[in-house]
């Protein structure tokens, strides 16, 4: 091949690589624009079906960047609202963070780090709450080939403001993560949904010193839902649910708030009158200083707390010397009444479903 020829082909090869990475360069944009466009979609039809009937999702604009290789998607203006048997409820958020990536299906990452506002209703009262959080990062990974869908966020330096009272909660860190099970009918024996929940250096409203500080150093606690998961909250739903023997399991409860320190597991479920019965089995220390600080909020009355500290001290056990009293025994709720062993500790406010 002479030296003219080589060249003219060398020149084609270079052209003909030159056009197909073009080629490819116009796919991949036209590809990522066409992604751009069904996560705008994917987003609003995640959230239209998260509120259900009688609900409804707003955005003032859903803006995606990120070219060529992820979706960063910044959702700003939301307004989400819902429907309870107990009315409406509604959620506001200056914005949405979120990151799709296209190599990576069935789920998304997120950050709700900003300013909230959360309305809904308590039996008969109405909570209007200003929530602020500095960091929120969180997973979404929808439900398939058996795998449960999973919701998972974890904050930092998390403020709720009441906004009528002005009453505030805070917490250094609270990490939440929810599952729930893709069935469409769960037998009693299965896990339909569950609740990993941990909270860190939580401050409580003043309120909380009429119990046992405002302190709650930590909280901490598994709980799964056996047979069908009864939502929304209605009474023919939970009584459905009761009556097939749905019941809550609670592992790994771990508090510790004030002079009480507390671990333990057991079941709830609930009463003829839905209202929730129980029946752990617990680890407590510092029982004689917590019983002597829900006497000095009058939770407890004097005459029940001697019998009580009477009690506990007979059950308490020293693992060695100086060490703190440990008291294993069963804590249970009975017609709205906290039954410590066979004691009664207090009475709870009636649920109003």
Do not use: C
Request: charge should be positive.
């Amino acid at each position: 091949m002479t030296e003219p020829k080589a060249s003219r082909l060398g020149a084609r090869i270079s052209f003909w690589l030159f056009v197909a990475f073009l080629v490819a360069v116009a796919g991949a944009t036209a590809g990522w624009f066409l992604g751009a466009d069904l996560v705008r979609e994917r987003i609003k039809v995640i959230a239209r079906a998260s509120v259900g009937s009688g609900g409804s999702f707003v955005t003032s604009g859903i803006t995606v960047t990120g070219f060529p290789f992820t979706f960063d998607t910044e959702i700003a203006g939301v307004r989400v609202t819902g429907r309870t048997p107990r009315g409406l409820w509604e959620w506001r958020a200056d914005r949405i963070m979120a990151r799709i990536s296209p190599w990576r299906t069935g789920g998304l990452t997120f950050d709700l780090a900003g300013s909230h506002k959360l309305r809904f209703r308590i039996g008969r009262q109405p909570l209007d709450l200003d929530i602020t959080v500095a960091r929120a990062p969180g997973e979404f990974t929808e439900a398939r080939d058996g795998a449960p869908r999973i919701f998972k966020v974890k904050t930092a330096k998390l403020v709720i403001r009441e906004a009528a009272t002005g009453q505030r909660i805070d917490a250094d860190s609270v990490s939440v993560q929810l599952f729930g099970y893709a069935r469409a009918k769960t037998a009693i024996s299965e896990t339909s949904a569950g609740l990993l929940l941990e909270l860190n250096g939580v401050t409580l409203p003043k309120a909380a010193d009429k119990l046992l500080g405002r302190k709650l150093e930590r909280f901490s606690a598994e709980i799964q839902v056996m047979g069908d998961l009864p939502l929304p909250l209605e009474r023919p739903r939970l009584t459905r649910w009761r009556d097939g023997g749905g019941i809550l399991e609670i592992k790994n409860l771990d508090l510790a708030w004030g002079p009480a320190k507390l671990s333990g597991s057991g079941t709830m479920g609930l009463d003829e009158a839905l209202q929730p019965e129980a029946s752990l089995v617990a680890r407590i220390t510092g029982h004689g200083k917590t019983v002597d600080a829900l006497v000095a909020a009058g939770v407890v009355r004097e005459s029940v707390a001697r019998g009580v500290k009477l009690v506990l001290d007979m059950m308490a056990r020293r693992v060695g010397p100086g060490a703190e009293a440990v008291i294993r025994l069963p804590l249970s709720i009975q017609n709205r009444v906290i039954y410590v062993g066979p004691a009664r500790l207090a009475r709870l406010p009636q649920i109003r479903w």
